[in-house]
């Protein structure tokens, strides 16, 4: 608008404060952007989790294993349109901190119930064809080093070798990606026949059930079925969908949620401060020149809008350099908190919501000394020149 | 047509409250003023005649009775239409000049034509004219710090003019300068006034620049004195 | 020298003559430096009550044997005839001809946490009669300890405060059974007050676990004694167990969440503080250039320099700290102790614990206020003493 040079001119009068203030905003913002990640990191992908798809665990422990066989009756439920089975095998690549998830699982199924691991044909007909086969994730293949040929050695499971090898060993034939910036590309996975055949104690267990079903609206219904099937055997199940155990166990993880907005909302309140004290002193010393404005004829509204747009402008640059900054954070600070929280990205909610927070901030900042400035009395206001 | 005063004011009077006490500058004061007249008001401090300024430009409204500019009544206008009648009927020459800091003479200049319609290559257009007006086409891009009072003035006197306003009104526009300035000055406003038809209506402590009124009317308290031919 | 101290008070005195002026964005910069420092504190006290619950846990003088390689309990396995040998090994303490060594292995169950009801997971261990001889700081708080051979399991302090159906007399269902809750205990705010403990004999039939176990937990002679009983379990061919002393074992399992949270803690802390030293430094801008009339008559008159320049500090560091006493004070008195449980990944389950201000926070707390404070004073301070004094007077 014509008004802009206008607008940009003033806010530069006092060369330092502008900066400071505008920084200020910067660090809000982009701190607001890294505690957002936060957020999504902690609720573990609740958001990524898949409409049609149920999770299965045994009922009265999660850690308890289920048997393989109930894969068939799963699958003749009504309703199921797909099964598929893992377990975690809780092992480590040399060293305990080198921590991430393995799993022992059927192929075939597996990659169709999770179309967001994205694995090339080849890779897959290569793990298909190699019973000691293993496929992993782009993140950890990066962090660890692996790649398609090695022959990687994982220990400390708490699976124990039928032949009382300490290590199991796996050929890398695949690294997969995920579809979605957010999916886990941490994972390990081999094959269940390998598995099961060469443990020493466990066989014919697995770990939990992931199963899909053809109407998500029904979700909750089918879930029942299927454990109505399993009520008096002596491996209970305990069925819910994907959304609702992921939720779950975000909620253990604690009020993450609630700390992460206290903060932000603490910070941002501090923020709204800086601002508007800066509006406020930007336009007290300038009361003469708005008397000025409204003697050439700048009605109330357009000197009220003067300000406000001012205190916008302000706002929503901070804003937006803040979010650019906190991209770049989140990419930094992931690669640091890499082996706690493999999902670490910045929400796009996050960036709207932030941009709407630095409008609102821009309009309280700027609304008294706007209102002020709209009821300047002129011939007074000159006088004090 | 011409012999309508441009300017009349009708038993105006004006109370101003200061503190406890409500202080009367102007007592049922009555004026007119013709078009193309350049009529100096003079006095002494706090006689009223800055006050009838503001009063005529629309800086202030009267405590009872009219004023008539360019037959319309602006005692009766709201605050919005006030400033919107300002915009287009009005320039202000001030003594402390009053442009704004962070623009250029250029921008200072085309500040009152950013509230009219017209595209930015002719608001570009009637600065520039307004500027050589003044004498000041190779100060454009400069900071008001960069100039002197008088240069100053003289961005003052442009924007004054630069949207073609009835009146032009001037509040000791030489009172901060020094004597060549105030001459320059004194003679831009003369010329707009001889060669261009614009009425002025100027508040000054100085005789020296009444001399260069067509008329010039004396207060003292609030009231006129005396109304005396250049 | 006095004759710069006299110059740095008189000039002081004149600042705060001059401070309401200057009201509104001095308590900017106060409540922004307070809220940073508040903040800091809190999200670092997590990490400071977590630490401090599970540190808290183990003992020197006890060890923990895990099966060899395991990275904590959950993963663990130990056989019943393993799990003799390693509780008769020389090293351990004998009482009354009987050795002070629980095997153990535990479950997790379902519970609903308090408030909201969400479904958690809450360890059930079962334990040996000589677990309770062994942790010592155990005392029952109501009720009685469960009776070996039956479904009875006592709760912990911790557990019984944050998840529901926990009280004494309540019966619980699980895993198609029923266990009556006969006690409470606790044991000064440890990582065990968020277990629930039963008998080890009545657990492995109910869960299918045969005459297994995940840890044993033994009270050795001594602290030295440590050497001595790794030694024999580790030269044991019968054997395949890693040997820990019982405070490194936790501390370790602590990690990786202490870890996380002080990592964010600090990444916030540095974005914050940088956030906060801007607004610093807005306010002392502010500061100085509302006063350049007042430096420079004070210059001209015959000030020297560097008074001016310390008294512009001083004014920032006063800032500062008022802005970080305020900030630690207020995060005090809002977190220190305040309840909250969250999952320790290492074992999937919940551990309680509460938030704790300690005395290093406070240092830490006031220190970085400090800093900041300094921050905002230094180039304020600089362009103070750099006032060209003749433009600034004719400015004027």
């Known amino acids: 608008m014509k008004y802009l040079p206008l607008i940009w001119k003033n806010i530069w009068r006092k060369k330092a404060r502008a900066i400071f203030t505008l920084l200020s905003i910067v660090m809000a913002f982009a701190l607001f952007g890294l505690l957002s990640a936060v957020r999504a990191a902690f609720s573990g992908g609740v958001e990524l989790t898949g409409a049609d798809r149920l999770v299965m665990v045994h009922k009265v422990s999660l850690i308890q294993p289920l048997p393989f066989s109930y894969m068939g009756r799963i699958r003749a439920t009504p309703g199921v349109e797909a099964v598929a089975h893992a377990t975690w095998f809780g092992g480590y690549y040399q060293k305990p901190e080198n921590f991430f998830g393995q799993f022992p699982v059927d192929p075939e199924n597996y990659l169709s119930m999770f179309p967001e691991i994205l694995l090339p044909e080849d890779q897959k007909r290569a793990w298909l064809k190699d019973r000691e086969g293993a496929v992993v994730g782009?993140?950890?293949?990066?962090?660890?080093?692996?790649?398609?040929?090695?022959?990687?050695?994982?220990?400390?499971?708490?699976?124990?070798?039928?032949?009382?090898?300490?290590?199991?060993?796996?050929?890398?034939?695949?690294?997969?990606?995920?579809?979605?910036?957010?999916?886990?590309?941490?994972?390990?996975?081999?094959?269940?026949?390998?598995?099961?055949?060469?443990?020493?104690?466990?066989?014919?267990?697995?770990?939990?059930?992931?199963?899909?079903?053809?109407?998500?609206?029904?979700?909750?219904?089918?879930?029942?079925?299927?454990?109505?099937?399993?009520?008096?055997?002596?491996?209970?199940?305990?069925?819910?969908?994907?959304?609702?155990?992921?939720?779950?166990?975000?909620?253990?993880?604690?009020?993450?949620?609630?700390?992460?907005?206290?903060?932000?909302?603490?910070?941002?309140?501090?923020?709204?401060?800086?601002?508007?004290?800066?509006?406020?002193?930007?336009?007290?010393?300038?009361?003469?020149?708005?008397?000025?404005?409204?003697?050439?004829?700048?009605?109330?509204?357009?000197?009220l809008g003067l300000v406000l747009g001012e205190a916008f402008f302000l706002a929503l640059v901070g804003g937006v350099l803040g979010l650019m900054l906190a991209q770049v954070l989140v990419g930094g600070v992931g690669k640091v908190l890499e082996r706690f929280l493999p999902i670490f990205y910045l929400p796009s909610e996050a960036v709207t919501t932030g941009l709407v927070i630095a409008a609102l901030v821009g309009a309280i900042a700027g609304i008294v000394p706007g209102i002020q400035s709209m009821r300047l009395p002129i011939a007074a206001a000159l006088r004090r020149g | 047509m011409a012999n309508e005063p441009v300017v009349r004011v009708r038993d105006v009077y004006k109370a101003f409250r200061r503190g406890a006490e409500v202080v009367e500058v102007l007592m049922g004061l009555n004026l007119e003023i013709p078009r193309g007249e350049f009529l100096a008001l003079m006095g002494p401090s706090g006689s009223g005649k800055s006050t009838l300024l503001n009063l005529i430009g629309g800086l202030d409204r009267p405590t009872r009775g009219a004023i008539e500019v360019g037959g319309q009544r602006i005692d009766r206008l709201s605050d919005a239409d006030l400033s919107a009648w300002r915009a287009r009927h009005v320039g202000f020459v001030f003594q402390m000049y009053n442009l704004l800091p962070v623009l250029t003479a250029e921008r200072n200049v085309e500040l009152p034509l950013l509230l009219t319609k017209l595209p930015r290559s002719e608001r570009k257009r009637r600065v520039r004219i307004a500027l050589s007006l003044v004498g000041l086409s190779d100060r454009l891009k400069h900071y008001p710090r960069q100039l002197s009072g008088g240069q100053e003035q003289r961005v003052g006197i442009a924007r004054a003019i630069v949207t073609d306003p009835t009146l032009l009104l001037c509040d000791e526009p030489t009172g901060d300068l020094d004597r060549k300035s105030g001459d320059e000055v004194l003679a831009l406003l003369t010329s707009l006034n001889r060669d261009h038809g614009k009425t002025i209506i100027m508040v000054t402590h100085d005789p020296h620049a009444a001399e260069r009124a067509s008329r010039v009317l004396h207060f003292d308290k609030g009231v006129l004195q005396l109304d005396s031919a250049a | 020298?006095?004759?710069?101290?006299?110059?740095?008070?008189?000039?002081?005195?004149?600042?705060?003559?001059?401070?309401?002026?200057?009201?509104?964005?001095?308590?900017?910069?106060?409540?922004?430096?307070?809220?940073?420092?508040?903040?800091?504190?809190?999200?670092?006290?997590?990490?400071?009550?977590?630490?401090?619950?599970?540190?808290?846990?183990?003992?020197?003088?006890?060890?923990?044997?895990?099966?060899?390689?395991?990275?904590?309990?959950?993963?663990?396995?130990?056989?019943?005839?393993?799990?003799?040998?390693?509780?008769?090994?020389?090293?351990?303490?004998?009482?009354?001809?009987?050795?002070?060594a629980s095997a153990e292995l535990f479950v997790i169950v379902d519970l609903p946490k308090l408030p909201a009801g969400t479904p958690a997971n809450v360890p059930l261990r079962g334990v040996e009669p000589a677990a309770f001889a062994i942790r010592k700081e155990l005392k029952m708080v109501e009720g009685r300890p469960f009776r070996t051979g039956t479904r009875e399991l006592i709760a912990g302090k911790s557990a019984a405060l944050s998840f529901a159906g926990l009280e004494v007399g309540s019966t619980l269902r699980l895993a198609g059974n029923d266990w009556q809750v006969v006690g409470i205990f606790e044991t000064g705010g440890t990582l065990t007050e968020s277990e629930l403990w039963c008998d080890a004999r009545v657990l492995q039939p109910t869960y299918r676990r045969g005459n297994s176990f995940q840890a044993i937990y033994v009270q050795l002679e001594s602290e030295a004694a440590l050497a001595k009983y790794r030694w024999t379990l580790d030269n044991d061919p019968r054997l395949d167990v890693a040997v820990e002393r019982e405070s490194d074992y936790y501390a370790g399992q602590s990690q990786v969440l202490t870890d996380l949270i002080t990592s964010l803690g600090l990444v916030i802390g540095i974005i914050m503080g940088a956030g906060a030293a801007f607004g610093a430094l807005n306010t002392m801008y502010t500061a100085v250039s509302s006063r350049t009339r007042e430096i420079a008559t004070l210059r001209a008159v015959g000030f020297q320099r560097l008074p001016i320049v310390v008294s512009v500090m001083v004014e920032a560091v006063v800032l500062g700290l008022v802005g970080g006493a305020i900030g630690a004070a207020a995060a005090w008195w809002m977190f220190d102790g305040f309840r909250t449980s969250t999952m320790n990944w290492q074992s999937f389950s919940q551990v309680a614990f509460a938030f704790r201000v300690t005395p290093d926070l406070l240092v830490l707390a006031v220190a970085y206020a400090l800093v900041l404070g300094l921050i905002g004073g230094i180039l304020p301070a600089i362009k103070a003493a750099r006032l060209p004094v003749a433009t600034a007077l004719r400015e004027l």
């Open chain 1, 138 to 303: 782009r993140r950890t293949a990066e962090q660890l080093g692996f790649k398609i040929g090695d022959r990687v050695p994982i220990s400390g499971s708490p699976w124990r070798r039928k032949d009382g090898k300490e290590a199991w060993e796996f050929n890398v034939v695949g690294i997969y990606d995920g579809a979605e910036k957010g999916t886990d590309t941490t994972a390990f996975m081999f094959r269940y026949d390998y598995f099961d055949e060469a443990r020493a104690r466990g066989k014919g267990l697995v770990g939990w059930y992931t199963i899909r079903v053809d109407d998500p609206d029904r979700a909750a219904e089918i879930a029942q079925a299927i454990d109505a099937n399993f009520q008096n055997s002596p491996a209970e199940t305990k069925t819910s969908t994907e959304k609702a155990f992921a939720q779950g166990w975000a909620n253990q993880i604690g009020n993450i949620g609630a700390i992460v907005e206290a903060i932000s909302a603490a910070v941002f309140f501090i923020i709204l401060l800086v601002a508007a004290n800066t509006m406020a002193q930007s336009v007290r010393e300038r009361v003469n020149e708005i008397a000025v404005l409204k003697t050439l004829g700048f009605g109330p509204f357009k000197v």
């Open chain 3, 1 to 100: 020298m006095l004759r710069a101290v006299n110059q740095i008070a008189q000039i002081s005195l004149l600042n705060l003559r001059n401070l309401p002026a200057r009201a509104g964005s001095s308590l900017v910069a106060v409540i922004g430096i307070a809220g940073v420092v508040a903040i800091l504190v809190a999200v670092l006290s997590i990490a400071a009550g977590f630490r401090e619950t599970i540190a808290s846990t183990g003992a020197a003088d006890r060890a923990v044997v895990l099966r060899q390689g395991s990275t904590s309990e959950m993963v663990s396995f130990v056989g019943g005839d393993s799990a003799r040998l390693i509780k008769n090994a020389p090293g351990v303490r004998f009482v009354d001809g009987t050795a002070l």
